[in-house]
C-alpha cells in the first residue's frame, strides 16, 4: 500500500465526546478534513444530517451566530432551542437575505 501525502487523521466520534479508539479513524484529504470542521466542528454524521436539513430549507436565512448556536443546539438534542433558532431565522427581513 502506498503512502498518501496530505492526509488526516478524522475521527468518527471526536476525541472531545469519546471517541479515543483506534476502530474510529479514517483518512481524509487535508483540505477536505479542514472544510469539515469548519462546516460542521465535532459534531457526528447522525447531528450533520439533522443540521442540514434544518439548515438547507429553502427561504431560510442564517448568519454565522445563528448556524453556531443551531449547532450547539443540534449536539444538544435540544428540541425547543432548535425551534425557536428556525423560528428566529423565519423573522429575518427578506432584504437581508441578500449580498450586495
Not at 15 to 39: M, P, W
Not at 90 to 99: A, F, G, Q, S, T
Request: charged residues 30%; hydrophobic residues 35%.
Amino acid at each position: 500500500m502506498r503512502k498518501l501525502k496530505f492526509v488526516n487523521r478524522h475521527h468518527l466520534r471526536p476525541t472531545s465526546r469519546g471517541g479515543g479508539d483506534r476502530n474510529n479513524i479514517v483518512y481524509l484529504d487535508s483540505k477536505f478534513h479542514a472544510a469539515y470542521h469548519f462546516l460542521f466542528g465535532n459534531m457526528l454524521k447522525e447531528e450533520i444530517l439533522l443540521y442540514l436539513e434544518i439548515v438547507m430549507t429553502p427561504g431560510m436565512t442564517w448568519n454565522h451566530k445563528l448556524l453556531y448556536e443551531l449547532q450547539e443546539a443540534v449536539k444538544r438534542r435540544d428540541m425547543n432551542r432548535i425551534q425557536t433558532l428556525v423560528e428566529e431565522t423565519e423573522l429575518c427581513d427578506p432584504e437581508d437575505r441578500y449580498v450586495r
